[in-house]
């Protein structure tokens, strides 16, 4: 049924409408998720808002529909022009067996297989608790203050840029669910690559994103930037994204195709995963960062006209309030303090491990980090003595951790082939253990010579290969000179086999050149092990657009 | 008489824009004829500088010109501008769109009377002592989808067409004693821009406006 046309020139009127429309009736999946607020400790709290529930709730986009983010042709050697980059189907359904992006007459096409965790198959059913009635999207006004700690103090974390710590200020948010049932975000990508050159260069490249989990805690805040002289409209942003991850390009016979627009069934294997994803991203707090918009500004502060416009993250005050606040530490001050803060958050969130200060709770406010897979075993200082196992197992046998073996699919970062593909060969060097404090022992040697010295006994016989049956017996007690992960055997089975091809240690003349035998694992998954990024602080950061004259 | 209810529902319209193909009010008599009467469906369109071509594609309509507005733009646009930067404007340029809901019904319905079991401590501080969501009355929204199977290729219940071809800073012409001559809102001093999206179906937009399929419902209340 079409309606007759409504047109207004003033259209400002309207995108409130439209704003109003997309707040209102879409659960805006990518804002979504965040890092959990300790609202009692943050605020002191007045305010009421508006509760949004999901429930049995899946959103489908038609496979052929499709968002595209390039503007106008930059210059003109570039091959990037209009359209050329989209984003198609964007799907947030169940995790449980669904479909692929193909359809049959009417019927969308039942996915072959569920992949590793579900990871195989893009959409789902529908989600039983998307936003729970009494744990929903929240949009409310709120007053935030800080608690009047001193200038040395943490306090609740709340300070304004010129360093306030009790000023109340007004803040409009929109908040995700505490805890939500895990729910599957995928969508279909294609990227048109040498346009407008010779045909032979021309070619479509067709991926697949599948990210699966939970978006709980989310903060979007909008409120007036307290930074002087800057009296703008300022908003930040916490984005704290859990759960698993992959991106894949394999297409299925029968259901690929090489035609712009035009939907693929991908593999439900092949690709790039990530498993037990936990990223935190703080993208501004209250009330001293945030982000505003403005125009780009000369040595002297003068307006640069030239059209770009800036999306900014200011610099954090030269404010003694903000400092401590910003910056959590956990020790005095000293050039090794941030680095004992942000280890002692890493130990703080691994399992075993002991670390000997206490995180101030704002440290995980105001610092991001990203953590893929469990992270077993801790190493080093703070950590419990690594064992020797494969597992460590609770009191009724139930394993409570686990080392990622050469082809885990259920942790960690891992590569996988298609279904139906031809194993590849996999080869690494067991992970050298460098101790970077001052003082202590270095381990920097990837060609494995003047290693013995300093107590290094590369793993195995002779080599530092990571191969069948191949163990290492640490000696001194710390489990340092077997490598990262410590002693323990190392089995790939019949996996195990060996090739002619360049040493990679080669590259840094530590080989001769040419080819030789070499061990290597052939597999169809190689596991890359999980890794750490913690204490991530952004002091500032900014975006500028570009403008082009065509 | 069981009857589907269209409302058609215009926010920002102004009075002018109303014509004879509104529909007309229901009485009270008419009103008690329609079936579920417990909620309506609904149908919300709105066109922003759109229309559809006779292919179905969404082509802006009814822009300025250069010969309508002298100083003018050749587009439709819209423009930001904000606290603390009066001399520029973040403009918006080629701006149309298309937002449409087709059959969404809305209810009054009250939610759950009892705990999901989503709701931790940090929920619970969230909406503060004495305050209980369950059996709460709420506003619905949802669509019928009882003949749908779960795999059909069903995506009629939302259509969104948005066109943003460029966006840049553009900054008013003033005379030297301040006073504006052509606002930067205006003005087309960059005319291209890295930066824009759109939003649509099919290769270039032919298929029309973006299709969305959305199950279940969503509930709104105060607290």
């Known amino acids: 049924m079409r309606m007759t046309h409504h047109r207004k020139r003033i259209v400002c009127n309207a995108v409130h409408s439209v704003l109003f429309g997309w707040l209102a009736c879409l659960p805006l999946p990518g804002m979504a998720a965040l890092e959990q607020m300790d609202e009692a400790a943050m605020s002191n709290v007045s305010g009421a808002g508006l509760a949004f529930v999901w429930e049995d709730f899946r959103w489908l986009t038609k496979p052929t529909s499709y968002f595209e983010q390039v503007g106008s042709g930059t210059d003109p050697e570039s091959t990037f022009q209009r359209g050329d ?18 359809e049959t007459g009417s019927s969308m096409d039942a996915c072959a297989s569920q992949g590793y965790g579900g990871l195989g198959c893009p959409r789902g059913g529908t989600i039983s608790h998307f936003a729970a009635h009494d744990n929903p999207y929240v949009l409310r006004v709120m007053d935030y203050s800080g608690n009047g700690s001193g200038a040395n103090q943490i306090g609740n974390g709340v300070v304004t840029w010129g ?5 109340s200020k007004t803040v409009l948010e929109l908040l995700a669910p505490t805890s939500q049932e895990d729910y599957r975000f995928s969508f279909w990508g294609e990227i048109e690559a040498g346009k407008g050159g010779p045909a032979a260069d021309y070619g479509l490249l067709k991926t697949q994103t599948i990210i699966q989990g939970s978006a ?8 007036q930037s307290t930074e002087a002289g800057n009296p703008n409209f300022a908003f930040l942003y916490k984005s704290h994204l859990q759960g698993d991850f992959r991106f894949s390009a394999n297409q ?25 994803v936990d990223a935190f991203l703080p993208l501004g707090h209250l009330f001293y960062q945030a982000f505003t918009i403005d125009v780009p500004k000369d040595a002297s502060g003068n307006d640069i006209t030239n059209g ?3 999306l900014a993250l200011n610099e954090i005050p030269d404010n003694p309030a903000v400092y401590r606040r910003h910056y959590s530490l956990a020790v005095a001050d000293s050039i090794h303090a941030g680095y004992q803060t942000a280890r002692a958050a890493l130990l703080a969130n691994t399992y075993g491990a002991t670390p000997s200060v206490t995180v101030p709770d704002n440290y995980f406010q105001t610092h991001g980090y990203s953590r893929w897979g469990d992270w077993f075993p801790c190493q080093g200082v703070g950590c419990p003595a690594v064992p020797t196992s494969m597992t460590v197992t609770d009191g009724t046998g139930a394993i409570i951790a686990q080392r990622n073996t050469f082809n885990d699919t259920s942790d960690g970062i891992f590569f996988s082939k298609c279904s139906g593909c031809t194993d590849f060969d996999a080869f690494a060097y067991t992970m050298t253990a460098v101790d970077v404090r001052a003082g202590q022992s270095q381990y920097n040697c990837p060609g494995g010579t003047e290693c013995s010295g300093d107590g290094y006994n590369p793993r195995g016989t002779g080599s530092r290969f990571y191969k069948q049956n191949d163990s290492c017996k640490p000696s001194g007690g ?16 019949s996996a195990y086999t060996n090739t002619s091809k360049v040493n990679p240690q080669a590259f840094f003349d530590a ?12 597999t169809g998954v190689a596991n890359l092990g999980d890794s750490r990024a913690e204490g991530l602080l952004i002091n500032s950061f900014k975006f500028t657009s570009l403008g082009a004259q065509y | 008489m069981k009857k589907t209810l269209f409302f058609l529902l215009v926010l920002n319209v102004p009075a002018t824009a109303f014509s004879e193909e509104q529909m007309a009010l229901l009485n009270d008599e008419e009103l008690s004829g329609v079936s579920a009467r417990q909620g309506i469906a609904l149908n919300f369109e709105m066109l922003i500088n759109a229309t559809l071509n006779a292919s179905g594609e969404v082509v802006p309509d009814n822009c300025p010109t250069s010969a309508l507005v002298a100083a003018g733009t050749p587009d439709c646009r819209f423009a930001l501008q904000f606290n603390g930067i009066d001399d520029a404007w973040l403009v918006v340029k080629e701006y149309y769109g298309v937002f449409k809901l087709n059959e969404v019904h809305v209810d009054g319905v009250r939610t759950q009377d009892s705990v999901s079991g989503y709701c931790d401590a940090a929920c619970q501080e969230r909406f503060g002592v004495g305050f209980d969501p369950d059996d709460r009355p709420a506003i619905q929204l949802s669509y019928d989808h009882s003949d749908l199977g779960s795999n059909t290729a069903f995506y009629n219940d939302a259509e969104i067409f948005l066109n943003a071809g460029k966006v840049a800073a553009e900054f008013n012409q003033s005379d030297p004693g301040g006073n504006i001559i052509v606002p930067g809102y205006l003005r087309n001093e960059t005319p291209g821009s890295a930066i824009g ?11 029309g406006p973006a299709q969305l399929r959305f199950d279940g419902k969503m509930m709104m209340y105060g607290y």
Request: hydrophobic share 35%; proline share 2%; with cysteine.
């Open chain 1, 252 to 276: 299925v016979n029968g259901k690929d195709s090489d035609t712009l627009g035009t939907p693929v069934q991908f593999d439900a294997f092949e690709g790039m995963h990530f498993r037990n």
């Open chain 2, 197 to 207: 999206l759109k939003m649509a179906d099919g290769v270039n937009g032919s298929g």
């Open chain 1, 478 to 493: 710390t489990g340092l000179n077997c490598g990262y992960g410590g002693g323990y055997s190392i089995s790939a089975g």
């Open chain 1, 308 to 310: 770009n416009f800036v």
């Open chain 1, 85 to 102: 980059l989209r984003w198609y189907g964007i799907n947030v359904s169940a995790k449980e067996a669904g479909t692929t992006w193909t």
């Open chain 1, 216 to 223: 709980a805690g989310s903060v979007l805040q909008f409120f």
């Open chain 1, 511 to 522: 080989a001769s050149a040419g080819t030789q035998t070499l061990p290597v694992i052939r």
């Open chain 1, 163 to 167: 360093g306030d710590t009790s000023t």
